[in-house]
């Protein structure tokens, strides 16, 4: 099926904008019965993505969930996006990175125990071992 440029008529502001081949192709994947009432412009308005800049549950107009709670490691009070659970620990923003800043990654944990199957640091292993250490992290 071969598809033409068209121009429709916007049914808010009443000008005229083109309906593209791939956009009408896009549509016909889509299984669209409808063709597009409203311009870019006035359906950005609409919908209020126009009002809006970022990115996220923010910017859709969901507001985030801050609880305000003692840390678990230091017990300053904080404030965290997500309501806390009973029986897990909650750390303010300073303990959580702390707590996460030892662990650098699978792939350095990986070379560390690729050396120790190894025997010596300077030793090339094959890559198969390479792969089976990687995989057990």
Known sequence: ???LDRLLTCADCGGEFIFTAGEQLFFFDKQFKNDPKRCKPCKS????VGLKTGTGPAAAGLSRT???TECSECGIETTVPFKPTQGRPVLCRQCFQSKRA???G???T???TAEMVAGSPGER???SIELLAASRV
């Open 1 to 3: 099926m071969e598809f």
């Open 45 to 48: 308005k609409r919908s209020g």
């Open 66 to 68: 801050e609880t305000r």
């Open 102 to 104: 030892p662990t650098t």
């Open 106 to 108: 699978a792939l350095v």
């Open 110 to 112: 990986a070379a560390a």
């Open 125 to 127: 292993i094959p890559a």
